[in-house]
């Protein structure tokens, strides 16, 4: 049984477009328990009782094995302890486990409602939502930003990740194979402008068949921050109070850098306004023409010419 009479919510869309900004924002309404990144291939065995081997794994009814199971209890915020205990490697694991099972706990004594924030779920959404009957919100930023983002980090995506998971491809990527398969392990901004491309294609076609799903551009939270998240917490049913609000005020403040440290990279703290034209002066002007180029046809989809000035 699920911790809340009320429908649980998944923060999704691709990596790097805000997505622990939103979830951590939405889960300053009290009566949420936010649950980070169970489909990481690096996540805690507390949290979810099962392996990832993939990158953006993709759910399916075919294929959904013990990911069913293991999410049930999740939902239901069973923390499995001994499989945290015997995966402990540092003093740093020891306070995760910690806090998760302090999350897990409270989320179950004082049914709170689930709020996972994942953006490796991407791909999966209409499982959680027929499985599970999830809300969820779609996170999308400028393509120029995401790749300037990934450039700046230099964090790159092994192709294998995606093309070994043949539901995946059959479903939603076979169309990209070619293009996967010939592209270069050290070109990250080809990597992260086909990434983009795929990612919201694939969500726009899930959207037509999901119209309850919620879609945000970064950039619309970043310049109205208050006025965004409150109709966020007005269209999932949550509580917007003075705490809340200050939260957000606090989140996207002018006082805040301008951009994160790379050693900071998932705070939540920044100047949103000040953080829209940093990937004018991480790209360069021919790259920013390759990504214009690379994800036209899905961009325009969502932002209009002007916003590539």
């Given at each position: ?72 209890q ?16 540092s ?51 400028h ?11 230099n ?110 990279v ?18 360069d ?25």
């Open positions: 049984m699920i911790g809340s009479e009320r429908k649980p919510i998944l923060v999704t869309g691709a990596h790097r477009t805000g997505t622990t900004w939103v979830g951590k924002l939405l889960a300053a309404d009290p009566a949420c328990a936010y649950i980070s990144e169970p489909l990481n291939v690096h996540h805690r065995p507390g949290v979810l009782g099962t392996r990832v081997r993939h990158w953006y794994t993709y759910v399916c009814d075919e294929n959904e094995g013990d990911y069913y199971r293991s999410f049930l999740l939902l239901a915020y069973r923390y499995h302890v001994r499989a945290e205990l015997a995966a402990l490697r003093g740093r694991d020891v306070l995760r486990m910690a806090r998760d099972a302090g999350i897990f706990t409270a989320g179950r004594l004082f049914r709170r409602r689930p709020l996972l924030k994942d953006p490796f779920a991407v791909f999966s959404l209409a499982w959680f939502v027929h499985r599970f009957d999830f809300q969820i919100v779609v996170t999308v930023r393509p120029a930003a995401f790749v300037g983002s990934l450039k700046r980090l964090w790159s995506l092994d192709f294998q990740d995606l093309l070994q998971q043949p539901h995946l491809m059959r479903d939603h990527l076979e169309p990209y194979r070619v293009a996967m398969e010939s592209q270069a392990a050290s070109d990250v901004v080809g990597q992260a402008s086909l990434l983009w491309a795929m990612i919201y294609h694939c969500l726009h076609a899930m959207r037509e068949r999901l119209p309850s799903v919620l879609l945000v551009r970064h950039e619309d939270l970043s310049l109205h921050p208050t006025e965004g998240f409150e109709r966020l917490y007005k269209a999932l049913d949550l509580d917007f109070s003075p705490r809340a609000q200050r939260l957000v005020i606090q989140s996207s403040s002018s006082e805040n850098p301008d951009q994160l440290s790379v050693g900071r998932h705070s939540v703290r920044l100047d949103s306004r000040a953080n829209l034209g940093n990937w004018k002066r991480r790209l002007a021919d790259e920013i023409a390759r990504v214009r180029n690379l994800t036209a046809d899905v961009a325009r989809l969502y932002y209009p010419e002007e916003d590539w000035n």
